[in-house]
């Protein structure tokens, strides 16, 4: 038995269910309060420490196209690592201490190895130009355990879309598809063929059911409807990759084959219905014109490059700044309440009526 993979649910989908968890949980604290006869009341569980972070190194290296770098992550003292499922990421902090997160692209059942794949941006916040120029076999990192916000759930029909690097999720539910027999596709897109990963890797898993397209070759990127057509009826797509990719998909799903839409975008998300507001760096600092179309964090970052961030999207909390004044839209998926009434703010994505100004306490 693969102890790595948890039980399928109720509806043969993997991963604990949840149903069942929830009527236990329900079971355990009320059945004493409604009487039932011979039985005391449970003790209240306390809720689960965060798992203390791992401390990782890097293993091998690996160019796996012309700027993308594969590095090998073990434990040191070659243990066991944390079981993960296809879609899951770790979030890395590198030795400059910034913090990003990448998709685990190996094998789930490699139980003593993770893999990661990495785009060099050299235009970027730096993150990839120092795994690439600084992270060779020896060097130690300390990694969150994996987490799974894209979770594979191994639908009869499948359409995988990957954006360049966004291939790195997809790779192993590929896998996981083929081993469960399922009908798959997936096309992996990118600007020339010499930029996309992995491609030999993916013609071995399925050469019907691959297909690579090259922007230079093909006089353009794919549009939505091009993309979908791959789908066999009924199928659910996952589909990672950059903004513009997946905002073609989502347009063009209904007038598709495809019936259900899973995905995880890299880089920002569009704003949608920004207004402009003002930023104010420090109770006595500068000020900014945040425009409609900008984060208020890409605008403290002209100023302030030191800000940390990493997802862009509101998730991760990597860019969470302290609010002085001001009333803020909360745009994020991460903040408690009680963080955001204590002045917490996500300014990746959060922002301000028009007219507002926001004090950050940076
Ligand atoms: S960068 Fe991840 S929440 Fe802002």
């Not at 896998?175 to 399922?182: D, P, Q, S």
């Not at 000020?287 to 961030?309: C, F, M, N, T």
Request: overall charge positive; some cysteine; glycine content about 10%.
């Amino acid at each position: 038995m693969d102890l790595a993979t948890p039980p399928p649910d109720l509806y043969g989908r993997p991963g604990p269910d949840r149903f069942l968890r929830r009527l236990t949980a329900f079971s355990d604290w009320y059945t004493p309060i409604l009487g039932a006869p011979g039985l005391r009341r449970s003790p209240r569980r306390r809720a689960p420490r965060p798992a203390a972070p791992l401390t990782l190194a890097v293993t091998s290296r690996t160019m796996v196209s012309a700027d993308v770098v594969e590095l090998g992550l073990a434990d040191p003292a070659a243990g066991p690592l944390p079981p993960w499922q296809p879609g899951a990421r770790l979030l890395l902090t590198l030795p400059s201490g910034r913090e990003r997160h990448y998709s685990l692209c190996g094998d789930p059942a490699d139980r003593y190895g993770y893999r990661i794949a990495v785009r060099r941006i050299a235009d970027g916040a730096g993150g990839s130009v120092e795994i690439h120029d600084q992270l060779h076999p020896g060097a130690r990192l300390t990694v969150r355990r994996p987490r799974n916000g894209f979770a594979f759930c191994a639908e009869p029909a499948v359409l995988f879309l990957a954006g360049g690097i966004g291939v790195t999720p997809l790779l192993p539910m590929a896998r996981e598809a083929e081993r469960l027999g399922l009908d798959w596709r997936l096309v992996h897109a990118g600007r020339t063929a010499e930029a996309l990963p992995y491609t030999a890797q993916l013609r071995a898993l399925g050469p019907d059911r691959v297909e690579l397209w090259a922007d230079d070759r093909r006089g353009g990127p794919p549009d939505g409807a091009e993309l979908l057509s791959r789908a066999p009826e009924g199928a659910a797509v996952y589909c990672c990759g950059p903004a513009p990719m997946l905002a073609a998909v989502q347009r063009a799903l209904d007038a598709s084959p495809a019936r259900a839409l899973h995905f995880e975008r890299f880089g920002a998300a569009p704003i949608v219905d920004g207004r402009p507001f003002t930023l104010r760096l420090g109770a006595e600092g500068p000020e900014l014109a945040v425009p409609a179309d900008r984060s208020a964090l890409d605008v403290a970052r002209e100023l302030r490059p030191d800000l940390p961030y990493s997802c862009h999207q509101g998730f991760c909390g990597t860019c969470k700044v302290n609010l002085l004044s001001g009333t803020p839209e909360h745009r994020d998926r991460r903040l408690t309440p009680e963080e955001r009434a204590g002045g917490a703010l996500l300014p990746c994505v959060s922002r301000a009526a028009e007219g507002e100004t926001l004090v950050l306490d940076v």
